[in-house]
C-alpha cells in the first residue's frame, strides 16, 4: 500500500470519528488539491452547514463532498428539482449531469441566485437533489471560447478525473528530502522582455512560472533546454503555474505537452479561457506567415484539460512543501500576482507577473498585501527613471483630443492594441467619452479577437473592479454592449467598406503590429494623411511597433490582405502615441507597490524589462529602502535559503 | 557520412597535400584530444623532426603518427633494437609492445635517457624500429598502486581505445549552439570544506570541476541529483576535470561511471595513481566501518580507465568550445590549478583547486601565471582574517622542539597525517633534521598510506620541486630512502612492538583522525602522558581531530585495534598543534595568488573555506583590489557572459 493511500485511510477515520454514525463514508480520494469524500448521505452532510468547514480546518485541506453514485436520482427527475429550487430569475441556460462524479453543471446568467446567501441555495439542491451542483455563468456576450472550453471539458471530463487524481496523489505524496533550500532560476524575461519563465525549486518540487515568447524575436525562447529547465525532461516538472494570459507568458506552454509534461496548470479560470484564445491564434498567426508553430492545436487543448482553476485568495496545495495564494494583479482579466508559500514557514515567494498598481476602469489595483514575503520578483516593464506615466486622467482627455482633431481633418483613428485589456480599457473609456459628448459618436469597429476577448471578460465579472462588475450584472448598464461597438466579423471585404466609409475609430490587433488585421488596416489607411495611427501600449524592442514609434514609415505589407511577396507601403498617416492606458504599472506605480507592502520583502529581483529599465529600478529600490536588490540575467540560478 | 568524418578526411588530404608524396597515410583519426596519424612510413615521419611540428600548428591539433601495423617488425627483433639503440644507463626494467597501436611502452629507471636530446633518441627509435615508443619510469620505490594501475590499462588497452576514440570524436563534434554563454554551478564546498565539485556550462558543453566528499559529515555529498548537476543523466556530462587527488576533491568520481558516466576524466598522471589509491581505501574505511560504500572497487577501475592524463602546460581540446591547461598548484602531487579557455576567445576561467601559493619543500608554490582570466574560483580553507600561518621555517623549529621536548620525556611523538603530500613533506624535515643531528637519530614509522603515497611521489618526480627532482634522480641521494624511514606492513603486531619499544616518531592516517591506524596508535600510546600528539594539518570542522584540538579527550575506539563496541579511551597524552605545514595558502597566500596575477581577474568566488573564511577573503579581496567577489553557497548558478 502506498504512503498516500495510508494517508487517506487516516484521513477517512478521521473523518468518520467527527461526523454522526449513521452518515456513510464510501469513498476518500483526491482530486487535484481537494480532497473528495463519496457518502451515501449528500444530504445528511449538506444538512450541517458547519461539519464541511469544521473538517476542512482539521483536516487542513479542501473537502469537496459528493454522494455515491448510487444514490443519484435520474437526471430527468433531478433536472426538475433543480428548477423548482432555484428561482427563475437566477436564468438558468444550461443543466448538465455528470454520473460519474455526482455532479451537475448549472449554467445560469445570475450565478449568484443559484448559489444562494452563504450557500444556502447549493446546500438545498444538495439535499433536494442529492447531485452536487457546481455553477458557472452564462456568457452575457457569446463567447465561442468559453463554449468551446467547457464543451471540451465535458467531453473530457473522464480523463480529466484521471488528472486530477494523479495530480492528488502527486501534490499530497510523502516528503521525502530533510534538506531545506528555495532556489529561482531565471529562464527569459532578465533584461528583456518577453519570454517570461522562472524555475521555482526545493529539494522536493519543481514549478515552471510562465512559458511565453518573445515578441519581435520568435527564435528567443525560454532556455527549456537548460538541464534546471526540464531535467530529465518534462515530467521532471510537478506543476506549471501562469500568472496573465499574455503570449509573452503563455505562448509555450502547450509545448511542454509536445516535450511530455502530464502535470497541473494552475491558473484562474478566465486566464484558461484567454491563454486558449490566444495560443491558438498564435497557432494561427505562424501558419498565416508561412512559419511552423512548435506545436499543434492538440496540445493547446492539453494545456485546458491540464489546469486547475483557482480563485483569488485561494490558499492551495500544490506540492508537499509548496502553497499557492493568487491575487488580483490589476494588468489583465485573471491576471494574478503569485504567493508561494514553501515548507512549514520556511520561506515565501510573491511573483508580481505583470502588475497595474492603481485603480483602472477595468480592474483594481494590485494587491501587494501578503502576511509575509522575503523575496519579491517584481516586473519592471516602466522601471526605467523617466518612466513616469502620464496620469490616466490626462491621457484620456489627450486620446479624445486625438481623436477629435482626427475627425475634424476627416480621418479615422488606428489604435493597435493587445486584444486582451487594454481594448477593453479603450472600449469602456470612448463608451463614456461618447455618451458625455466629449468625442462625436461613431461607430468603434474591433478586429481581431478583440470581440471575443471582451466577451470573456463579461463572463468573469467577478474579476472586474467592483462597480463594472455591477454595471455588467444589470445587462441593459454593460457598457460593452453599447450600440457604437461593431465586430468586424466580415474579413476583407468589411475592412474596405469601413475604410473607404464615414469616421470612425478602428481598434485592432496586434498590439505591437506584429501581424494580425492591424496590418490590414495599414493598408487601408496609412496612406491616409488625415487618418492617425494611435499607440496606447508599450512596444516592445525590435517590434514593427517600435519601429514605427521611432520614425520608420516603409512598412512590410506582405500576405496581409493580398499584398504581395516582398510589398511595402510608405506609411502617410499621423502617428501618436498617448501614454498612459498601459497594463503595467510606471516607475511611479512600481515603487509604490514595493513601498506599501508590509512586511517589505528582503530581495528583490527585478525582472521584465529592458537592460536600463531593470538596472534602474534595482538600484533605486536599493537605495531608497535599503532592500537587497538584484537584476538577474536569464540562465541565473538564486538560493534564498 | 558524419560531420567528423567529414572533419577526418579533411585533415587527411591537407596532411597528404603538406607531406612528400612518398609517404603514404592509412589511417587519420582521433583518440582522445589527439589525432592519430598511421602510416606506412613510420621512420620518413620520424626522420623529419619538424613535420609533425608543421602540421601540429597548421591543423592546430595534437598528433601522434603511428605505424600502420602491416610495416612492424616482430617483438623479440625489435626488442633488441631498442636495447641497441638505448643507452644502457637508461635502465630499461620492462618493454612492452602493442600490435594494435604498433606501440612499445619502454619502463626505465631514467627516461630522460630513453627520450633523448629534444626526443633524438625517440626518433632513433621509431627510425630504426618502427614502433612508436612511449616511455614510463620505473618506480624508485615499489608502487603497487603504480604497477597496478599499468597492468590494468595494459590489460583494458582495447577497450581503452575504443573509450578515447569515441571521446575524440565527441570532443571535436560540430558545435550546434549559436548562443554563447558561460555559466558556473555551485554544487559543494561552498561555505564549507568537502565535497568539492562545480559544474561549468555552455551551451555546447556540460563539465563536472571534482567530485569529492566531505569529511567528517558522510551524508553530505555533492548536489549530483539536482539537474544542474547530471542534467537528463551521467551520460549529459562531457567531461570531468579532477583537480587533485584528496577524497574531498576525488571521492565520488566513481559515482558518476555507476550513474552510467561513460565520459573522460582528465587529470594529472599521479592524480589518477594517487585517486586510485585513496578511492580504494576509502572503499576499504567503509567496509571496516561497516558502512555500505556508494560505490564498489568496479568503478574506480572504470575511473582509471577513463582518464586522460595531461602535463602541466599542455593546452587541451576536451570539447568543441572549450580548452583546458593545467598548471602546478602546489598543493599535492600532481595538483593542478586549471584554465579554461572558452569560446574562441569568448572567456577564460581558472579554478585554483587546493592551492599553495609559496615553495614548499616538496613542490614548487602554485602557478598564477595565465594571458587571460576574467573568472576565478578560489579556495580559502584559510581566507579567515586572522588565518596568517606561521612561516614554514618558525613551523619546522617548532615541529623540532615538540620532538626535543617528548624525547627527553622519553615519550613518542605521533602526528595524524594525510597519507599524500603532508607526510611526504614531514619526511623531508625530519630527514634533514636527523642529518643535521637537529634531531635526535630515531626511527620514524610510516603506517596506513603513506608509504605507498611516497613511492608514488618517487615515480613521478617531474611533479617535484626542482631540486628535490634533481635528488631522486640520483638514487643514492634520494631522501625518502633514508634508513630511519620504516614501513609499518607488520600489522597491530608491529604497532604493539613499536609502542613498547624505543623512543619513535608516527606519522599515520587518517589526517582528522577520522578512523584508520592512527586509532590505533591512539589507542597504544594516547594513555602514555610522555608522549605527544602532533597536529600539522587542517582538521575540519565535525572531525575528530578538531574535537581533540579543542580539548576532547574522550575518543572512541571502536573496531579499531580490537577494541569493543561502544569502547571509549582517555587521551592522556600531550598534545600540540604546530601550523605552518598545511599544503593550503594561508591568508596571506591567498592575497598574494591573486595580487601577483596580471592581469587579475575581473571576479572571484571564494569557495572551499567555512562561512567566515569565504566571507572575511572576499570582502578583502573586493575591498583592496576593487574586484568583484562572492562567496557563493551552495546550488547557486552565476552567469559570466
Redesign the interface.
Known sequence: MSQVDTQLEDIRSQIEQEIPNDITITDVKYEGPELVVYTRDPKRFAGDGDLIRRLASQLRKRITVRPDPSTLSPPSEARQQVLDVVPEEAGISDLDFHADTGEVVIEAQKPGMVIGRRGSTLREITQEVGWTPEVVRTPPIESSTVSNVRNFLKQEREERRDILERVGRQIHREELSDEE?V?I?TLGCCREVGRAAFIL?TPET?ILIDCGDKPGAEGEVPYLQ????????AQ?IDAVVLTHAHLDHSALIPLLFKYGYDGPIYTTEPTRDLMGLLQLDYLDVAAKEGRTPPYESAQVREAIKHTIPLEYGDVTDIAPDVKITFHNAGHILGSAVTHFHIGDGLYNVAFSGDIHYDDTRLFNGAVNDFPRVETLVLESTYGGRNDYQTDQEDSERRLKEVINETYERGGKVVIPAFAVGRSQELMLVLEEAMRNGDIPEMPVHLDGMIWEATAIHTTYPEYLRDDLRDRIFHEDENPFLADQFNHIDGGEEERQEVADGEQCIVLSTSGMVEGGPIMSWLRHIGTDPDSTLTFVGYQAQGTLGRRIQNGWDEIPVDGWGGGGRGDTLTLNMETETVDGFSGHADRQGLENFVKTMNPRPEKVLCVHGDESSVQDLSSALYHDYNMRTFAP???????FK
Not at 226 to 233: C, D, M, T
Request: aromatic share 10%; glycine share 10%.
Open positions: 533550500w532556489r532560476t525549486n519543481r537548460v538541464p534546471e529547465a526540464l531535467g530529465a525532461g521532471n540575467k536569464n540562465l541565473e540560478t538564486f538560493r
